[in-house]
Each structure stands twice: as structure tokens, then as C-alpha cells.
């Protein structure tokens, strides 16, 4: 079931004290309307009555789509429930075939959905995303622009079309505008050919912290 509570949130420009909702669990069976709220990441925002101010509410919540089998917690830094975390593991692992994934915030936490709801492996996109960064710092990123362009976070955004004429793409920031790179299936498949010869890459068990750094870890 999702676990709805209210809880008191400065606004970020005047400082005035507001009640906010606080999702501390969402479940999709339970509640189907808020997974379009956190696809877009609506969920987590609120409007300041005063100002007017738009501003991003931080708390711990633990996503559950049941349909799916998929679970995320999201975990701002500083906030760890290590003891419910272990707790729910092992309930999961007794339902069998659940994906447990951990993210720090809200961004991360809406790409997992969109990547179950693409029914994509999210392992896989983030050896897609690490092959199209090197092939791009090869072949078409200038050289001023290259430290940047490592630093930046890609996204996956969308996916496009059936079959082996799937295309998926990915958002990033660069040199301030948003950008995007298109792949196409066979991008995907390779890379979950790779993994598939490579089994110790993939994560253990557990809500694991499936991004970027987590994959230049294993590649080291």
C-alpha cells in the first residue's frame, strides 16, 4: 500500500513554512494515477502560495510497481534505512524475479521507471550509454569540449519504434543546453551480448546503485 503523510517544508525563495504531501511509499497497484506523476516528476514538486516559487520536496520513498517487479528506492544522501532496506530484500527475494534498484534523486528515480515501463534492462543502458560516450569523444566532440562532455550525466529519455528498427535515446547537458543522441536497437543488443559473456558485471543482490559510476567501478 502507498504511505501518505503530511510534513512541514520551508520555500526555498521566502522562506515561509508550508504543508506537503509526502509520498513515503508509492504503490502503483494500489495508487495507478501517481506513476504518471512520477514519470514527470510532478510528484515531487509544490507551489508556494505565497511567492509562487516552485519547489522540489526531498524525501526518502520507496517505489513499488508490482506489475513489473519492480522496487526503487529513493534515498537523498543522508538518509539511509539500512535495517528496513535489508528487511525488504528479503521479502522480494521470497516473491522472486523482483528488480531492486537505489537511486539518490528524483531524476534517477524516474529514469528506472521509464526504462521498466520501456521494458529495457537498465544494466544494459548504462553500458549503451558508456559505448556511445566513448564513440562520440572519438569521433565528434571537440576537443575544448571534451572534459565537459565526460563529466555530463546521460539520461535515457525515450524509445522509439519495434523491432530492430528501435531507436532509444538519450538526453544530456552540455556547454548549458540539453542534447540528445539517438542509438539504434543493435547499440543494445551488443551491449547485452557483452554482459551476457560478462555475468560478474552485473549487480548483486539487493537494492543496488545501478549508474554511471557504479559501471566505471566494474570496468576497472
Known sequence: MSIISQALAPCSKCGQQQTVTVYRSINIADNPELKDKVRDGSLFLWECPHCGQV????????????AAKLMVWLI??????E??????????????????RRVND?????????????????????????????EMIQKSVPAEQKEE?????????????????RILTFMYALDGQMLGVNIGWNVYQDCAGILERNPQVRPDDGFAKVDAAWLSSKLA
Do not use: W
Not at 55 to 66: F, G, I, Q, S, V
Not at 149 to 165: I, K, N, T
Open 106 to 134: 528524483m531524476g534517477s528515480l524516474m529514469e528506472k521507471v521509464l526504462v521498466s515501463d520501456a521494458g529495457l534492462d537498465d544494466v544494459v543502458l548504462e553500458m549503451c550509454k558508456y559505448v556511445t560516450k566513448m
Open 83 to 100: 535495517t528496513q532496506m535489508q528487511a525488504i530484500t528479503m521479502h522480494t527475494k521470497a516473491m522472486g524475479g523482483y528488480t531492486l
Open 76 to 81: 537523498p544522501e543522508g538518509e539511509i534505512s
Open 55 to 66: 519547489n522540489l520536496a526531498r524525501y526518502e520513498t520507496l517505489y513499488h510497481d508490482p
Open 149 to 165: 562532455f565526460l563529466a555530463a550525466d546521460f539520461h535515457f529519455y525515450r524509445s522509439e519504434g519495434e523491432g530492430d528498427a
